[in-house]
Nanobody, 117 residues
Framework: QVQLVESGGGLVQAGGSLRLSCVAS????????MGWYRQAPGKQRELVAV???????NYADSVKGRFTISRDNAKNTVYLQMNSLKPEDTAVYYC???????????WGQGTQVTVSS
């Protein structure tokens, strides 16, 4: 069983920065992916950035060049550095860990990011 706890959301003006953190408890092996999704009001949850099983990263086109995902394996923590934030980045951001063998998804409770214009 994996439990995820996110932190770091908040209110920021357009052009500002925030860093999200997600600490995972439980056993996270190389068979897991770790990443961030977001869901804006009235929209479907979408991928923001993820570490694949091989350790490479994928980003949504809308955040490329502005957001950076990183991880500290010793702390079982994944981060999302968000720069040059835009009002359209406003959403609840969720940390995700997926067991790629059994295709089981684990989700954090979500953290609100609000970008004012």
């Amino acid at each position: 069983q994996v439990q995820l706890v996110e932190s770091g959301g908040g209110l920021v003006q357009a052009g500002g920065s925030l860093r999200l953190s997600c600490v995972a408890s439980g056993s996270i092996s190389s068979m897991y992916t770790m990443g961030w999704y977001r869901q804006a009001p009235g929209k479907q949850r979408e991928l923001v950035a993820v570490f694949t099983r091989g350790g490479s990263t994928n980003y949504a086109d809308s955040v490329k060049g502005r957001f950076t995902i990183s991880r500290d394996n010793a702390k079982n923590t994944v981060y999302l550095q968000m720069n040059s934030l835009k009002p359209e980045d406003t959403a609840v951001y969720y940390c995700n860990v997926q067991n790629t063998i059994w295709r089981i998804d684990y989700w954090g409770q979500g953290t609100q990011v609000t970008v004012s214009s």
